[in-house]
């Protein structure tokens, strides 16, 4: 019974954590929703040119979920015509390259970090290097 009620509380406890970071339960399960990707490709491709901020959302696709990304938990205002570019983009990641399969990438304000030491540099868009992991 008291393993019962420790289930309980830790599932109240994990569920009340994620609706106050404003996590979906859909990042967890290996799915972003659209607006935590438009939210994640304003953070990490603002300013960056539209192919870029594509390539961005390629690799969200690829990674599965967006915990991890600055994007995601960034706070900046937008303008409406920033968030219906990053939507674009987004729509426009189904069905593009731009990345050629990157699952990674870094901004060249940078230098090369670490975890891409084993990485393939697959693309330079803008100011994003983009990696791929070598096979």
Known sequence: MNTL????????VTLVIWILLGISWKAFAGEITE???????????????YKGQVAVA????????????????????ASKRE???ARKAWMEST????????????GDCF???????????VAHIGKQTFFKEAV
């Open 35 to 49: 607006a935590q990707a438009i939210k994640t490709i304003m953070g990490e491709a603002r300013g960056e040119p």
């Open 5 to 12: 009620i420790g289930i309980r509380k830790w599932f109240i």
């Open 95 to 106: 069905k593009s390259n731009y990345s050629n399969g990157a699952n990674h990438f870094e």
């Open 83 to 85: 968030i219906e570019t």
């Open 58 to 77: 390629e690799v969200l696709r690829r990674h599965g979920n967006t915990i991890g990304f600055y994007g995601y938990t960034a706070r900046f205002k």
């Open 111 to 121: 230098k090369r970090p670490r975890w891409s030491e084993e990485m393939k540099v």
